[in-house]
């Protein structure tokens, strides 16, 4: 038995079971697409935002939807 299993002033090992974190529940697969849809929507209208305020060509709407669908993939996560 290695020295960190053991408690100090104490010949008996400690119970070598590992805590368990909770489980979160699985997701099911139409809470799934719901999210894949905002996040194409988040994509897609950013993308004609940018280009009805002027973006320089599509390259530059394009890096701004990459953006915002970056802002709400994390809220999605975080939100799980």
Same mark, same amino acid.
């Given at each position: 038995?290695?020295?960190?299993?053991?408690?100090? @002033?104490?010949? =008996?090992?400690?119970?070598?079971?590992?805590?368990? =974190?909770?489980?979160?529940?699985?997701?099911?697969? @139409?809470?799934?697409?719901?999210?894949? @849809?905002?996040?194409?929507?988040?994509?897609?209208?950013?993308?004609?935002?940018?280009?009805?305020?002027?973006? =320089?060509?599509? @390259?530059?709407?394009?890096?701004?939807?990459?953006?915002?669908?970056?802002?709400?993939?994390?809220?999605?996560?975080?939100? =799980?």
């Amino acid at each position: 038995m290695s020295r960190r299993k053991r408690r100090p @002033g104490s010949s =008996a090992p400690v119970s070598a079971a590992p805590e368990q =974190a909770p489980r979160a529940e699985p997701r099911s697969s @139409g809470s799934l697409a719901i999210d894949l @849809g905002i996040l194409a929507a988040v994509f897609a209208i950013t993308v004609g935002i940018a280009e009805l305020a002027g973006a =320089a060509n599509l @390259g530059v709407a394009v890096g701004i939807g990459q953006v915002a669908f970056a802002i709400a993939l994390v809220v999605l996560l975080l939100r =799980a």
